[in-house]
């Protein structure tokens, strides 16, 4: 049978002790059987435990595996969509309590930290970085927007200030978010899913869930063995493939590439980022950057629609970090990696429930560090009887990219150069 590693990357080599764990090769019965151990998985699956449900995961290759282990760090709140575009299309009464919720993940991954003892370099501070006086505007106007839902720890930064956060000569401007911030991505996850282990849930690696026999009593097969559960919670995101095929139509997995340098000591590290900050720009087609603990840049940028796998990744994201710190020119690249996201037309998280028993979360955009986390709290009062905050998330509408399965990856890259050149020309 296939035994998939982690890929190459700086967060594999810099991973916590963690154990392989077993491929699934029996039948085994459980409350909630759970498809995929990235953050929605995991978080759903510590949600359902602490309140008593029997838990088993399901993931085809390792924790963190997907995107949860590969991914910038930031801890970004919201969505990636604004709450007045969502107001607009959805109606006060749901936006309310989508806007509510905006800023729980970040919360949410602390109490994790916390709780559970997670040490994956955990650290306050983000920064949303304006490369032009428009969107300097839509910094401030968001900021109002945000306020308006109670998210009041936010602070305009004027050219000035935001010289003493980001060593970029860059920005005309942005916005502070200290409930924002960053993790090492992998290792919150391998926390979490020791944190599963210790309430008594089981996770089987390298078990993909290759079929699932829907019905009152719902079946999931992996190659060698079968999970009988109440319930199912699908959180395969980008890498689900056609499993579930509903999914499939209303969402494109793109790949997106991070860089990370050799270690800069204390003096260059502290001239790019004095605070420890992460920062994304306002760009559509944004680059986000911070440091490790051990004092490199990771760098992340670029989307490859359709998640096809660059040839040369540090050929794509070096020359984004060398724009935005030339200083950097002579510091070699350590590592370079690609990771899957799933996007949806709308940019905003397809969530819902299949017949009775299965629920899926999926589709967060770009944004999902946080949102994942949420997800898994807002299925497991779903599962609980408590759907008010889920409905509002189901309720969201989707539709099908243009273009069908063979067209929808040139017609989404279309759109994507189109605001890429907006972004060129501060449009
Ligand atoms: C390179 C990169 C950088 C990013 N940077 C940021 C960032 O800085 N901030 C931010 O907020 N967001 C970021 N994101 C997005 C964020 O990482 C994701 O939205 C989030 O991690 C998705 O979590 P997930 O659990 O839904 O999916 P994933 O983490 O992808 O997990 C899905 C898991 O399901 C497993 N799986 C799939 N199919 C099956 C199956 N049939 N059976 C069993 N298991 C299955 C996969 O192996 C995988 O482990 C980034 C994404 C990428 C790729």
């Not at 080599?13 to 090769?25: E, I, K, W």
């Not at 459980?30 to 978080?43: F, K, N, P, Q, R």
């Not at 609980?384 to 273009?403: I, N, T, V």
């Amino acid at each position: 049978m296939a035994n998939t590693p982690y890929p190459e990357s700086y967060y594999a080599a810099s991973a916590n002790a963690a154990p392989s764990r077993p491929a699934l090769q029996d039948d085994v019965e459980t409350d909630v059987c759970v498809i995929g151990a990235g953050y929605t998985g995991l978080s759903s699956a510590l949600f359902l435990l602490e309140n008593g449900f029997r838990v088993t995961v399901l993931e085809a290759a390792r924790v963190g595996f997907g995107a949860s282990g590969r991914n910038g760090g930031q801890i970004v709140n919201s969505y990636s969509r604004d709450i007045d575009v969502i107001e607009r299309s959805v109606g006060p009464k749901q936006a309310q309590l989508l806007g509510q919720m905006a800023f729980e993940g970040g919360r949410i991954i602390r109490e994790r930290v916390a709780k559970y003892n997670i040490q994956c370099d955990l650290k306050d501070g983000g920064v949303f970085a304006a490369l032009t006086p428009k969107q300097m505007g839509h910094l401030e106007s968001q900021k109002r927007l945000w306020e308006r839902f109670g998210h009041t720890q936010l602070e305009l930064l004027d050219q000035r200030r935001i010289r003493e956060v980001v060593g970029c000569e860059q920005y005309v401007g942005g916005m502070l978010d200290m409930s924002g911030g960053h993790i090492h991505p992998l290792n919150l996850a391998l926390g979490e899913a020791a944190a599963v282990e210790s309430l008594g849930g089981t996770i089987y690696e390298q078990s993909p869930a290759v079929r699932i026999e829907r019905g009152a009593n719902p079946v999931v097969h992996t190659p060698q063995g079968k999970v009988r559960a109440k319930f199912i919670i699908v959180a395969g995101n980008a890498y689900l493939g056609n499993l579930v095929p509903e999914l499939a139509a209303k969402s494109m997995p793109c790949g997106t590439q991070v860089i990370t340098t050799e270690p800069l000591g204390d003096e260059l590290a502290k001239a790019l980022l004095p605070q420890d900050y992460c920062v994304e720009d306002c760009n559509y087609l944004l680059d986000y950057y911070r440091l490790t603990s051990d004092k490199r840049l990771i760098f992340g940028g670029g989307v490859v629609y359709g998640a096809r796998d660059p040839a040369n990744i540090e050929a794509i994201i070096r020359p984004k970090m060398l724009k935005a710190f030339p200083q950097l020119k002579d510091v070699k690249i350590d590592y370079a990696w690609t990771g899957n996201f799933l996007l949806t037309l709308s940019r905003l998280p397809q969530v819902g429930r299949l017949g009775d028993n299965i629920y899926y979360s999926q589709g967060c955009s770009g944004h999902g560090v946080t949102y994942t986390h949420l997800a898994g709290k807002v299925l497991a009062e779903a599962l609980r009887g408590q759907a008010e905050r889920f409905d509002a998330f189901a309720d969201l509408p989707h539709y099908p990219f243009p273009g069908g399965q063979l067209l929808r990856t040139p017609f989404a890259a279309l759109g994507a150069w189109y605001y890429g050149l907006r972004d060129k020309f501060g449009m």
